[in-house]
């Protein structure tokens, strides 16, 4: 086992006020979550909007202090202050998020962008070599390498969001949602894509979604998430084909179908 991703009972709380003159509430986030990711495996995160999905990501990522509980990456124990964060740490695991539009600088050309990373992690290599191999493995061809965010597509945008997380060669990616801002015949041909990616290089994804049939795509194990906590997981084919919670079973029933994915 190479357990690339471990969280353990973590625990996020908010304060939030109702109101200009009201008092704080706190609302409970994620509540001793625990789960890993082995190095090519993909485990999937769903549940209704709000259930601490996004959170957990964020925590995950080092985006957000966990209150309570502990993060690994790579078997490493990650500080409680996510700024903390060792670089090699923050190098082994990279993020994908949802919106391709807006995680681009839209000022920078595509080269630029994907080469980001390396400037920090690895400053000494041969960044356009490095840029024009990740832009093959994405299936960009090479001159796209001299382009701007707008003159590309969605699901161009999301292979270029995808090649930037690539080029540091990480051990696990965090992919929040990374087709829902897509078209249904470009999300199949992005989650093929990811199958690939991981069948070649033995990536660990963590996978939030909402969408049942994306989980059911490309996840080995799936965990069901509702109000911070986790409701029920197992391997994929378990859950989904035959789940006992009731708020997995609605989940299931609610979740549309994407053409073109390949099982």
């Given amino acids: 086992m190479n357990t690339v991703l471990a969280l353990e009972g973590l625990s996020v709380t908010y304060r939030r006020r109702a109101g200009l003159f009201g008092g704080a509430t706190e609302v409970k986030a994620l509540s001793d ?22 959170t957990l990501a964020g925590v995950a990522a080092g985006l957000i202090d966990a209150g309570a509980g502990r993060v690994r990456v790579a078997g490493e124990l990650m500080p409680r ?22 995680s681009l600088d839209p000022r ?9 990373g390396l400037t920090i992690h690895a400053p000494a290599s041969n960044h356009h070599d490095l840029v024009m191999a990740v832009l093959g493995a994405v299936g960009l061809s090479s001159d796209f390498i001299d382009r701007l965010p707008h003159q ?18 990480p051990k696990v990616i965090i992919l929040d949602e990374p087709t829902s801002a897509l078209d249904l015949s470009v ?47 197992g391997p994929t084919a378990d859950v989904l084909g035959n789940p006992h919670m009731p708020y997995t079973q609605r989940l299931i029933a609610a979740a549309p179908s994407i ?4 099982a």
């Fill in 108 to 116: 920078q050309r595509i080269g630029a962008i994907i080469a980001e």
């Fill in 259 to 262: 053409p073109g994915l390949v």
């Fill in 33 to 54: 979550v625990s789960l890993h990711v082995e190095a090519g495996e993909c485990v999937g995160i769903i549940g209704e909007s709000g259930c601490g999905k996004s």
């Fill in 187 to 233: 999300q199949a041909q992005i989650l093929n894509l990811l199958l690939d990616l991981q069948a070649a290089r033995g990536l660990g994804y963590l996978l939030i979604s909402h969408d049942i049939d994306v989980i059911r795509h490309l996840c080995h194990r799936v965990i069901v998430m509702a109000a911070g906590r986790i409701v029920e997981a």
């Fill in 81 to 102: 202050q996510s700024r903390s964060r060792p670089l090699a740490a923050r190098r082994a695991l990279q993020l994908v998020f949802q919106d391709p539009y807006g």
């Fill in 152 to 169: 590309l597509s969605g699901g161009q945008r999301q292979r270029v969001a995808m090649a930037r997380a690539l080029v540091v060669e």
